[in-house]
């Protein structure tokens, strides 16, 4: 994480003058940014799960595919591997379950989520190039693919580190 000075003693001008600030800007845009709730993941399906109704398909890879109901797909891989294959509106939304206990979860338009688990810290890449990570610490920063950066500490203190290394610190509500 990065490191920091005490909060300053008040908001940004931008912010104090009513003016609208730059996390504000994205989120009006639509863009991910520091205020994006972290990602969620379930347990991966077991057997159990998708054994009524399912067909079982063995590949000569070692790979057992499932397909169920719905279209709904489970692929188990020979080194334990499990890849859960859901569909959705705007296409399927794929989520691979590893042995060392990591997930990665890739949605329709190419948004892809990953989760560390042995440093419990989500990564999410956005089509656009921006990368949110969200750290146990509560910490959350977002990387523009232009060196912009936010890190909103888990105290409300909102750092923006601009590409040319300019910070600006902001304190929110």
Do not use: C, M
Not at 75 to 102: C, E, H, Q
Not at 139 to 149: L, M, S
């Amino acid at each position: 994480g990065a490191k920091r000075p005490p909060p300053p003693p008040a908001a940004s001008a931008a912010a104090s003058a009513g003016g609208v600030t730059a996390a504000e800007a994205a989120a009006a845009r639509g863009l991910p940014s520091v205020h994006d709730p972290a990602p969620r993941v379930g347990p991966p399906p077991s057997s159990a799960d998708s054994r009524g109704g399912a067909d079982e398909i063995a590949h000569d890879d070692g790979r057992v595919e499932r397909v169920l109901p719905g279209g709904r797909r489970v692929v188990r891989f020979a080194n334990g591997t499990l890849k859960d294959i859901s569909p959705s509106a705007g296409g399927p939304i794929s989520t691979v379950y590893f042995t060392n206990g990591d997930v990665k979860r890739t949605h329709p338009g190419g948004r892809v989520e990953y989760f560390y688990r042995e440093v419990d810290t989500w990564h999410t890449t956005h089509p656009g190039g921006i990368e949110v990570y969200h750290f146990p610490s509560g910490q959350t920063e977002a990387h523009g693919p232009d060196g912009y950066k936010e890190i909103l500490f888990p105290d409300g203190l909102l750092r923006k580190v601009h590409a040319d290394g300019r910070e600006e610190d902001e304190v929110l509500n």
